[in-house]
């Protein structure tokens, strides 16, 4: 790994001895891990075992309450959750043992980026999620930041601003937007022009502008790197928010989203890099997990090939707390889902307190 983030002929950057401690405090950790229990859901993994059921949602709430002092804040994307009312969701996800989740507007009848919403739809959603003691951590603004037509990308930001706006009545500070691609049939499909000059200035001035649009509401904005689109890499993550220069434009990290073709063989230095690029920026992560590189990751957590134990132990080096986002799974596969990553953090805070 040493050889290839070293730059400059040879010399040591500041950069390269960041990414070599970080490198360190991790292999150190997951030294603990691979120590700790054998014959655990990691070691069935690796050998594409299915992994054994998780307990009840009743189960799962009782441990959460009683263990209380979790590394890193679970959370799930409302829309897991296809019951037709915005309080049904909330309820299974209370079931669930969850308090946090990511709030998409279509959860609440109205389109994912709404032209409008109504103070009393705002009232209503922060009412009965505080009923349940749940947090709303973040709104999902996501639209085709870099298409083709310049009309759609100013329509986009538009209803991002009406997100926006909505935010500090909700009771949250983030959004969740994606960089987009020239495709035009969907947003997380690739195309050969997204490496294109073109592209990416288009890219850079929608997200400067819905940065703008963001910042008088005190709404931080958290992009992911995703290998169909425009930023395809954490390297080009680095480079956006370095363009943008803004404290309001921030990271999502989905690790299942990262392996271009022929890159998840090196799993750990892909991770390890992009931690060292933009580690200190993330604000939110994902939980999902991947099958093969080249595309997006699509499986459930814990049911694909990502190393959790690397991924969530750079997590914890970095300093992110949560919210670490359920999503890509069924209801059916949620309870199972939450206990493979609490067992997972449970053993990168055991590992880390050593």
């Given at each position: 790994m040493y050889d290839r983030i070293r730059e400059n002929n040879g010399r040591w950057t500041r950069r390269d001895l960041l990414r070599a401690a970080g490198?360190?405090?991790?292999?150190?950790?997951?030294?603990?891990?691979?120590?700790?229990e054998p014959g655990n859901s990691a070691a069935k993994q690796q050998k594409n075992e299915p992994l054994t059921p998780g307990p009840s949602p009743t189960d799962?709430?009782?441990h959460g309450a009683r263990e209380g002092n979790s590394i890193m804040q679970?959370?799930?994307?409302?829309?897991?959750?296809?019951?037709?009312?915005?309080?049904?969701?909330?309820?299974?996800?209370?079931a669930c043992g969850l308090d946090c989740v990511q709030l998409s507007m279509n959860?609440?009848?109205?389109?994912?980026?709404?032209?409008?919403?109504?103070?009393?739809?705002?009232?209503?959603?922060?009412?009965?999620?505080?009923?349940?003691?749940?947090?709303?951590?973040?709104?999902?603004?996501?639209?085709?930041?870099?298409?083709?037509?310049?009309?759609?990308?100013?329509?986009?930001?538009?209803?991002?601003?009406?997100?926006a706006a909505a935010c500090p009545a909700l009771g949250t500070?983030?959004?969740?937007?994606?960089?987009?691609?020239?495709?035009?049939?969907?947003?997380?499909?690739?195309?050969?022009?997204?490496?294109?000059?073109?592209?990416?200035?288009?890219?850079?001035?929608?997200?400067?502008?819905?940065?703008?649009?963001a910042k008088p509401y005190g709404v931080t904005l958290g992009f992911e790197p995703e290998v169909n689109n425009?930023?395809?890499?954490?390297?080009?993550?680095?480079?956006?928010?370095?363009?943008?220069g803004s404290e309001?434009?921030?990271?999502?990290?989905?690790?299942?989203?990262?392996?271009?073709?022929?890159?998840?063989?090196?799993?750990?230095?892909?991770?390890?890099?992009a931690f060292a690029l933009v580690g200190k920026d993330i604000v939110m992560a994902h939980a999902k997990d991947v099958s093969h590189d080249g595309d997006a990751g699509h499986e459930a957590a814990g049911h694909g090939k990502l190393d959790y134990d690397r991924y969530l132990s750079l997590l914890h080096a970095y300093g992110f707390k949560g919210p670490l986002f359920l999503h890509g799974l069924s209801e059916a596969q949620v309870p199972g889902c939450v206990a493979f990553?609490?067992?997972?953090?449970?053993?990168?805070?055991a590992a880390a307190s050593k």
């Open positions: 490198a360190v405090t991790v292999g150190a950790t997951l030294a603990k891990i691979a120590r700790a799962h709430a009782a679970i959370g799930i994307l409302l829309g897991t959750f296809k019951g037709p009312t915005l309080e049904t969701r909330l309820d299974a996800v209370k959860c609440a009848g109205l389109p994912l980026l709404p032209d409008e919403i109504t103070p009393e739809l705002i009232a209503r959603i922060r009412r009965e999620a505080a009923a349940r003691g749940i947090q709303l951590a973040s709104v999902q603004g996501t639209f085709n930041m870099c298409h083709p037509d310049a009309a759609e990308r100013r329509a986009g930001v538009r209803r991002l601003g009406v997100l500070s983030k959004i969740h937007i994606c960089t987009g691609t020239r495709n035009r049939g969907g947003m997380w499909e690739r195309h050969p022009d997204n490496n294109s000059p073109e592209a990416w200035r288009d890219m850079v001035a929608c997200v400067g502008a819905a940065v703008e649009i425009v930023v395809d890499s954490a390297k080009k993550a680095r480079r956006l928010m370095d363009e943008v309001h434009l921030k990271l999502t990290m989905d690790a299942a989203n990262l392996f271009h073709a022929g890159e998840l063989a090196h799993m750990s230095e892909v991770l390890d890099q990553l609490r067992e997972k953090l449970a053993r990168v805070a």
